[in-house]
């Protein structure tokens, strides 16, 4: 017999102990560890984790509609602050004055003796004796650069 003919026969003569059966062909795609040094796989309980991944879910979107909320309110008091110089606008200018209204200057509103609106820029505190009672007071007002008022100050009874 040659030295390559006996590597051969003893190859042949071995018979593997394990059955096969039970041994797998491609171990790496098995679901489970296929011997003691896997790592170990535990069944996940499926209704603990929707259970927290509910609760994430229910607190993220809670957050979000309060943000939703808040911007809202936020743009409901911007609409209802532009409605008010709109409509103070209108009232100032409906009122009688004699003078071009200068961009972020302030202004007086009046109520005069008839019922009529005055804009003026005299103040409430430099009238004189003579014309002191003929206006009542409503408001300091300010011209914004796109042509609505500012009411800055208010008379206590003043409706606007």
Do not use: C
Not at 80 to 109: C, G, T, V, W
Not at 111 to 137: C, F, M, T
Request: hydrophobic letters at 35%; charged letters at 25%.
């Amino acid at each position: 017999m040659s030295e390559q003919e006996s590597p051969k026969k003893e190859n042949a003569d071995f018979q593997n102990p394990i059955d096969p059966d039970k041994v797998a062909e491609n171990p790496h795609s098995l679901e489970y560890g296929h011997h003691v040094g896997s790592a170990a796989i535990k069944a996940e309980d499926v209704g603990k984790l929707k259970g927290r991944a509910l609760t994430a879910m229910e607190h993220q979107t809670d957050q979000q509609l309060t943000q939703l909320y808040e911007q809202m309110q936020l743009l409901a008091e911007q609409a209802k602050k532009i409605n008010q110089r709109k409509a103070i606008s209108e009232r100032i200018y409906s009122a009688n004055f004699r003078f071009d209204p200068i961009i972020n200057h302030i202004y007086y509103l009046y109520q005069d003796n008839d019922g009529s609106h005055v804009l003026s820029i005299i103040a409430p505190n430099e009238w004189g004796r003579s014309r002191k009672n003929e206006y009542h007071y409503l408001a300091q007002v300010k011209l914004l650069a796109d042509h609505t008022w500012d009411i800055l100050d208010t008379a206590e009874d003043a409706d606007l």
